[in-house]
């Protein structure tokens, strides 16, 4: 498994592309969430530092395979028309979440889960955004990225990438600024 893939816009992956080493997720949220297995166990650690500090978050999306990001689009695309649909979710092959690497996470607090946007302005999540590339993940949408990323910010999107992570995190690039300038 290429733990650094990058998967944008211009990097789309086949229908074919299904990662080898997916495994079925723990997750409170929802059943039947896969991710790649390595991804998975480093989420586990991070889990576990989070919850001493009383942090409670979870997986809410992993895996989703082509098929899947297919109906997600066409859906998008059908109730709020295709400009709104193209910066906010991607078409089918051009998902990270196709690789078996990308986490949404939720949060559980005050016996609520939140969810996508309503994380935003949780401390667990600038927690997390501080902390996951300890970790090996990075925030793969971050907020002033939005031109070189082509997505909106997305405070609950994680990416594993492996051990570059602190370098992403520490030069506050992401993975397109990675690949393009070469650290
Ligand atoms: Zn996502």
């Known amino acids: 498994m290429d733990y650094q893939i990058l998967v944008n816009k211009d990097n789309p992956l086949p229908r074919a592309h299904i990662p080898n080493n997916l495994v ?6 929802k059943d039947n969430i896969k991710l790649d297995k390595k991804a998975y166990e480093s989420f586990i650690l991070l889990q576990k530092e989070a919850l001493k500090y009383n942090y409670k978050i979870d997986i809410e999306s992993g895996y989703r395979d082509y098929d899947y990001q297919e109906n997600l689009y066409n859906r998008l695309v059908k109730d709020k028309g295709y400009s709104y649909a193209i910066t906010r ?13 990308a986490i949404d ?7 609520k889960c939140y969810i996508e946007h309503e994380v935003e ?22 907020e002033g990225k939005e031109d070189i ?30 690949y393009e300038k070469k650290y």
């Open 105 to 111: 996470f939720c949060i559980y607090k005050d016996n």
């Open 89 to 101: 979710i991607a078409e089918p092959g051009k998902s990270e979440h196709q690789t078996g690497l």
């Open 149 to 178: 990323t082509k997505y909106s910010y997305e405070p609950w999107h994680l990416r594993f990438i492996g051990d570059i992570s602190s370098v992403l995190y520490n030069n506050k690039i992401t993975l397109e600024e990675y």
């Open 24 to 29: 079925e997720v723990n997750s409170k949220y």
């Open 121 to 142: 302005e949780l401390e667990e999540t600038k927690w997390i955004h501080n902390n996951a590339y300890k970790y090996g993940f990075i925030l793969r949408y971050p």
